[in-house]
């Protein structure tokens, strides 16, 4: 079955940096699009990132120039580098698998302190 196993969220202050990891199983990673969403407390859910098989990728106006997105078919592995981190970046950040039935990990906690 899918597994998604997210790493790398953390406590960090205004301007600084993480880098999540997101591995993947269950399915044949190199040919399906793969993607980072986040929720805040009290907000919906909502796609940042997105990479396709042929490293496309796309962002969400808020992290657009902040945030890449990466992906290591050889480690069946997906990245988010986020740079320049606010605190309504604070969020569970969750990997997703994008496809006609989406699947989600189970997050990874990140906040960033003022």
């Known amino acids: 079955q899918v597994q998604l196993v997210e790493s790398g969220g953390d406590l960090v202050q205004a301007g600084g940096s993480l880098r999540l990891s997101c591995t993947a199983s269950g399915f044949i990673f190199r040919v399906n699009t793969m993607g980072w969403s986040r929720q805040a407390p009290g907000k919906q859910r909502e796609l940042v990132a997105s990479i396709t098989s042929t490293t496309t990728t796309n962002y969400a106006d808020s992290v657009k120039g902040r945030f890449t997105i990466s992906r290591d078919n050889a480690k069946n592995t997906v990245y988010l580098q986020m740079n320049g981190l606010k605190p309504e970046d604070t969020a569970v950040y969750y990997c997703?698998?994008?496809?006609?039935?989406?699947?989600w990990g189970q997050g990874t906690q990140v906040t960033v302190s003022s």
């Open positions: 997703m698998l994008i496809h006609s039935h989406n699947y």
